[in-house]
C-alpha cells in the first residue's frame, strides 16, 4: 500500500464536517515512517493537495481540511466553533487552551455583552503576539 492509498484511507475514516488537521496526519504518518520523514512528508502534501483539487477534501484554512458534507444548496461549510475547539481548546491529550475575556463572563452569566471577538488563552500560538485570524 503507497502513501496516497493510506491518505485516503485515513481521510475516509473521518466523519464529514469535522477538522482534519495537517498536524494529525503528520502525526499518523510519524507513527508509520520512521527513516526520512520529512522528504515522504512532502510527497503527502503533494497528495493533500491533489485531494483538494479533486474537490474530495476542502481547505477551510491553512492546516485545516475537511470533507464536505452535501447539502440541499452544495457543499455546506464547516461549522468554526468546531475548528476553534480541535485547534486551539483540546487536543487528544485533554486541553491545552481555554477562553477568556467578554465571552467567558456572556457564558456563566456574569454579564449579557456578546463579545465580536473571542479572547483564547493557548499554548497553540508560540509566540507571544496576539494571533488574528480573520476566518475563525
Do not use: W
Not at 499518523?28 to 503527502?44: G, L, M, Q
Not at 464536505?68 to 486551539?88: A, E, H, R, S, T
Request: net charge positive; charged share 30%; glycine share 6%.
Amino acid at each position: 500500500m503507497n502513501y496516497n492509498q493510506m491518505l485516503i484511507r485515513y481521510i475516509d475514516e473521518y466523519p464529514f464536517d469535522e477538522p482534519i488537521l495537517i498536524e494529525e496526519i503528520k502525526d499518523y504518518f510519524k507513527d508509520i515512517i520512521h527513516d526520512n520523514f520529512d522528504n515522504i512528508f512532502k510527497s503527502i502534501y503533494v497528495y493533500i493537495n491533489r485531494l483538494v483539487k479533486e474537490k474530495k477534501i476542502i481547505q477551510f484554512i491553512k492546516g485545516v481540511y475537511y470533507k464536505p458534507m452535501k447539502g440541499v444548496f452544495g457543499d455546506k461549510l464547516l461549522d468554526v466553533n468546531k475548528v476553534i475547539d480541535k485547534k486551539y481548546i483540546y487536543d487528544k491529550n485533554g486541553k491545552k487552551g481555554y477562553f477568556s475575556g467578554a465571552y467567558l463572563f456572556n457564558k456563566l452569566g456574569l454579564t449579557t455583552q456578546i463579545p465580536k471577538e473571542l479572547l483564547i488563552v493557548t499554548n497553540e500560538c508560540p509566540n507571544a503576539n496576539l494571533y488574528n485570524n480573520k476566518n475563525l
